[in-house]
């Protein structure tokens, strides 16, 4: 089982970037996306449940990120609009086999598979 997250790259403040998480050998339940800046603990961003599609944001995104899934492809996407110099961190991609409760979504401990990270840059 592999995770491979790419698009990340150095954008200047209020641009877009999307990024892609494909998933190799089976589809999961629920995914996630989060993000570490330098010298700061790893948050969460958003998710997405394979079932049914339904979400959950962080209040830092809400608004300006959408999280989607692309069944054909087994691929989750995170389009990140009007980027904001606080927005650089490594993004990770995340997934877990559980279909969680919206509420747990946004709980890192709640996935058992991570990508390998991409760099997310903001200039100001």
């Known amino acids: 089982v592999q995770l491979q997250a790419s698009g990340g790259g150095l954008v200047q403040a209020g641009g877009s970037l999307r990024l892609s998480c494909a998933a190799s050998?089976?589809?999961?339940?629920?995914y996630g996306w989060f993000r570490q800046a330098p010298g700061k603990e790893r948050e969460f961003v958003a998710a997405?449940?394979?079932?049914?599609?339904?979400?959950r944001y962080a209040d830092s995104g809400k608004g300006r990120f959408t999280i989607s899934r692309d069944n054909a492809k087994n691929t989750v996407y995170l389009q990140m609009n009007s980027l904001k110099p606080e927005d650089t961190a490594v993004y990770y991609c995340?997934?877990?086999?559980?279909?969680?409760?919206?509420?747990?979504?946004?709980?890192?401990?709640?996935?058992?598979?991570w990508g390998q990270g991409t760099l997310v840059t903001v200039s100001s």
């Open positions: 997405i449940r394979w079932s049914d599609s339904n979400t």
């Open positions: 995340a997934a877990d086999s559980r279909t969680w409760i919206i509420g747990n979504l946004g709980n890192k401990n709640a996935y058992t598979y």
């Open positions: 050998g089976r589809t999961f339940g629920s």
